[in-house]
Each structure stands twice: as C-alpha cells, then as structure tokens.
C-alpha cells in the first residue's frame, strides 16, 4: 500500500490561525508552538492505538532512538518514542513522525526488518523527518509549494506536481539524513537501501499521482549514490535486536488484543 506522509484534518484545524511568527524567509512556525502542536497529536494518535506495554521492547526502541538523535542533525527535541500495533506506513511500515520529537514505531516495521541496521536507518529516517521540521513546512506553504497543505487537508485528491516535488525531496533529504546518522551511530548505512530496495513498491500510474515517496528506481539510486562517501562494514544486528523481534512478534500474535484505527494523519492511497 502506498501512503502520503504528510499532514490532514488534525494539524490543519490545530494551525487554524496560528501566526508563522519565524518570518517569510523560513515560512516555519516557532519551535513552541511546534512543541504544542505536536504533543496534541501525538496524544490523539496514542489514544486512538494500540501502544505495546512491554518495558524491555519500549526500553530498547527508545534507546536506539536516542543514540540516533545525538548524531542527527537539525533541531534537538526530547525525543518520545512508542511501538504501537498499527501499521500507517503503507509496504515499508514507515514510522509516523509528528512535530515537537514524538516518533510511532509501528510493530509491522520491527517485523519486516532482517537486522538492527534496516531498523536502525528506518527509525532514523522518521527522526529526520521530524528535525527538519519537514512537517511544519509544509504546513506553512513552504518551499515554493502552496497547494501541499490543501492536498493534505484533502483526501481523495492528486496532488499538484509541484506539491509532489516538494514532498518527494522531503523523503530524499530524510534519506540522506538516515544513512549519515545510522553510520555515525556505528551502524552500516547499507541498511536503509537493503530495506527500500526489498520492501518498497515499484513506481505505478497511480502512486505517481498520490504517493509522497520519491519512484522506488530513483530512491534507490540516490541513497547508492549517497553511500558512495561513506565508511562500510558498522554494525549490523545484536542478539537483544533479535530478542526484541522474537518479543514483538509474541505480543502482535496473542489474542484478542487487535489494532486500533488511529486518526488519518496520512492517506493510504493504493492498495
């Protein structure tokens, strides 16, 4: 399934006239108000799923985030992440970044990757989503792009190649991003493409009408391209990674505990 990342109903009723006080130049609202923003957001999305109560799996999510946050670029937050059951990331089970450092790992991501590395560059590139304030910019009609926050506020709709553009380049940044951070975290930056090349679809008529994500042949070959310069051979799994997914694969299978449906933050727009 391919899914736009960006934002819907909820963040456009909360920015309903809000002031962009970070001026014309940056079209970006201030960091306070992001930091509001997002924790309303992220307390409808923690409602409204299912979050994994198990200390050892938030334990250790957490703490591969916070190693990848003191590499990241960007703007610094206080970074919360959770695993909830829900999967809203479309094929690549992509995790959902809300403005102001909150991150929803979905269960489906931990279980689709082959190692701590894919997990490791996927987290990150959710992360860099988020430091970039990716999100914010788009809500503030950024980037030459004023038709991406009506899209977003407007399921069911193609988007504007332009708005298109922006978004895209978005992902591709957030690309460029992950696999700095993961190698600096002291892991091998390979395991974001081995993930995107294995899990994401290949381009068609309709995902190049809706889908945010850059054509998979494109996206493949820009994080080649980005590898080029950097070290190989870091970190690819531990045995607490390979127990967390034994873990997480028993509390997604146990029953009568089933997931939720979160708001539409995003649009899932192909099956």
């Not at 108000?33 to 109560?53: F, H």
């Not at 703007?75 to 450092?101: C, D, L, M």
């Not at 996206?219 to 873990?247: H, M, N, T, Y």
């Amino acid at each position: 399934m391919v899914r736009t990342r960006f934002l819907a109903f909820t963040l456009a009723g909360l920015l309903l006239g809000a002031p962009n006080r970070a001026g014309a130049d940056t079209n970006l609202y201030d960091v306070k108000l992001e930091t509001a923003i997002g924790a309303a957001m992220a307390r409808q999305v923690s409602n409204q799923s299912t979050v994994l109560d198990d200390l050892f799996v938030r334990d250790y999510v957490r703490e591969l985030g916070h190693q990848l946050a003191k590499r990241l670029p960007g703007e610094k937050y206080s970074w919360e992440i959770e695993v909830i059951r829900e999967n809203q990331g479309g094929s690549t089970h992509e995790a959902v970044a809300i403005p102001g450092g909150h991150i929803f790992v979905p269960a489906p991501l931990i279980l689709a990757v082959e190692n701590e590395a894919e997990l490791a560059g996927m987290l990150a590139h959710s992360m860099a989503h988020v430091a970039a304030r990716d999100s914010m910019r788009i809500a503030a009609r950024a980037d030459g792009a004023p038709g991406c926050f009506a899209y977003g506020a407007r399921a069911g709709f193609a988007a504007p190649s332009e708005c298109l553009d922006t978004l895209r380049s978005y992902e591709m940044d957030a690309d460029r991003t992950a696999v700095k951070t993961a190698s600096a975290a002291g892991y091998d930056p390979i395991g974001l493409l081995e993930y995107v090349r294995r899990t994401q679809s290949p381009a068609t008529a309709r995902s190049s009408l809706y889908s945010t994500l850059p054509p998979r042949a494109e996206r493949i070959a820009a994080l080649e391209e980005e590898l080029v310069d950097l070290p190989k051979g870091g970190r690819w799994s531990s045995s607490e990674f390979a127990a967390v997914q034994e873990k997480v694969r028993q509390l997604t299978a146990a029953p009568g505990v089933g997931p939720k449906n979160p708001p539409t933050l995003f649009r899932e727009d192909e099956p």
